[in-house]
């Protein structure tokens, strides 16, 4: 059974320095929330995991967060670059980053596997790509048939962080629409945290819902409106407006550093 | 993109692309749909040639009917109009690889004359000097839809659709060759906005001019 928190102690318990965390959420349901909450406490030499980094792995690295960045996708999606990880990746600033990049379907395998707790996940690939010299996977043969296949190692996080609509008094916590790697991402981890927009008596289960019992999460802390500018399915809108304005805002090292003193570094209450 | 445009100005090289993008879907199934302008285009082919193309993007949400031209792969429009939404595992291993969605359409930040997609980076890869955002879900979209079709500004497999013409692949030896030249392009510009000496095929098209219909029902998209 989860335990319910509040966010700043479910942060303080669960995230170390040097931890490998992969806040999960796939365009939806990003966990903005505990990730600044992660840079008040001033966590580092984190190991940062994620599909598509998007706007929070922007800010996590462009404050020097992290040591490495595991990855498949760092764009903002529709309107360009992340200019933080372009500047920590390409000049080192604020410090340098090592980064381990997959394709996405590499990322949901190797998610997958970790899941499952199988030590590989095995997919049809291109094994003849540039970057499988740069990338952890390999090349193994079907038993049954002789083809030759990828194989890509499991992933388990130190921890696993995701956001989601509503979490019952026990913390298992139901999410709806587009659900992502997060189930994988927190069976996969060895511990979990979940941050929900709301605690509901009981949970009535949605049509194309994902229900995730508390018996396999940690702790449970209640951050409304804590994926934005990300959004929640029924709940909230995906603020595009602001992801172009983060265009604007990440450009330069000043304005990024002034923004983020204003808007998570001073804030205890987050976005 | 919101501002309403004069429907009567002569089209851009930008629309005459995605028009061009949307008429290689007509009579096709269902579409896979990367971020930018591919998205514009699938939403054209609905509305101009294909009501029934399935809508696919990597969020997960299938059969999406958006009525905008969705900014990022995962807007909550594209899930609430879906006809099924599936976990980012399940959208690779049961419906992308096994080649269910027929044709896939990819941006890229570049492409050579092999019809090979660059979106990693630019110059060494330990200290790039430009850092790409990566290959998301490109590589094994491009093994398993059977026909790709790659969008880039001009500056797989089957067909790469610019906004100055179209290259195919030469059957002989794979190499990108100019086969189609959009409305009021010359063969030299294009010349001069492709990075390596550009094979032009001997029975070198012009693109139909984008019709009245095409043209209005692209500018009221894009203006919603």
Redesign the interface.
């Given at each position: 059974m989860a335990e319910l928190v509040t966010l700043t102690e479910a942060v303080a318990g669960l995230v170390h320095d040097g931890d490998s965390v992969a806040l999960e959420g796939f365009t939806h349901l990003i966990p903005f929330a505990a990730g600044h909450e992660i840079l008040r406490q001033g966590r580092q030499n984190l190991e940062l995991i994620r599909m598509t980094p998007d706007v929070l792995y922007d800010q996590m690295i462009g404050v020097g967060a992290a040591r490495t960045l595991v990855f498949s996708y760092a764009g903002n999606p529709g309107v360009g670059s992340l200019h933080r990880i372009r500047d920590a990746v390409e000049h080192d600033w604020p410090r340098p980053v090592a980064v381990e990049e997959y394709s996405h379907a590499q990322m949901a395998n190797r998610y997958a596997a970790g899941a499952a707790h199988l030590p590989c996940a095995v997919m049809r690939g291109d094994l003849h790509s540039d970057l499988i010299q740069r990338s952890g996977v390999d090349r193994v043969v079907c038993p049954f048939t002789g083809e030759a296949l990828m194989a890509v190692p499991a992933l388990n996080p130190d921890l696993a962080i995701i956001h989601a609509q509503e979490a019952d008094r026990h913390g298992s916590v139901q999410l709806w629409g587009i659900p992502g790697v997060q189930k994988e991402a927190v069976l996969g981890a060895a511990h979990a945290m979940v941050t929900v927009e709301r605690i509901v008596d009981q949970l009535e289960p949605r049509p194309g819902g994902t229900i995730i019992p508390g018996w396999v999460i940690d702790c449970v802390a209640v951050a409304p409106g804590g994926s934005r500018p990300s959004y929640a399915h029924d709940l909230s809108e995906r603020d595009n407006d602001f992801y172009r304005e983060w265009d604007r805002i990440s450009r330069e090292r000043e304005l990024f550093t002034a923004w983020m003193d204003a808007n998570v570094h001073d804030r205890a209450v987050t976005r | 993109m919101t501002a309403v445009q004069d429907l009567e100005a002569a089209p851009t090289t930008g629309e005459i692309q995605t028009i061009v993008a949307a008429r290689a879907l007509a009579g096709k199934r269902s579409c896979f749909i990367g971020?930018?302008r591919p998205s514009t285009a699938a939403l054209l082919a609905r509305m101009v040639h294909n009501p029934e193309l399935v809508l696919v993007y990597?969020?997960?949400?299938i059969g999406a009917k958006p009525l905008r031209v969705?900014?990022?792969?995962?807007?909550?429009e594209?899930?609430?109009t879906a006809d099924?939404?599936?976990?980012?595992?399940e959208?690779?291993?049961y419906w992308?690889?096994p080649g269910r969605i027929e044709v896939a359409f990819l941006g890229a930040a570049q492409i050579d004359r092999h019809a090979n997609l660059n979106s990693?980076v630019i110059g060494d890869?330990e200290h790039?000097?430009?850092?790409l955002?990566?290959?998301?879900?490109?590589?094994?979209i491009?093994?398993?839809c059977p026909e790709v079709v790659v969008t880039v500004p001009h500056g797989r497999r089957t067909l790469v659709i610019t906004d100055l013409g179209v290259l195919e692949r030469d059957p002989a030896d794979g190499e990108l060759t100019l086969t189609r030249l959009h409305p009021g392009v010359i063969v030299e510009q294009v010349r001069e906005a492709t990075g390596w000496e550009l094979r032009v095929a001997p029975d070198l098209a012009l693109t139909p001019a984008p019709t009245a219909e095409e043209l209005t029902a692209l500018r009221e998209l894009v203006a919603r």
């Open positions: - | 971020v930018g990597e969020s997960g949400t969705p900014l990022s792969i995962g807007d909550g594209l899930a609430h099924l939404v599936v976990s980012v595992p959208m690779f291993n992308i690889g990693t890869y790039p000097k430009t850092r955002p990566g290959a998301g879900g490109a590589p094994e491009a093994i398993g």
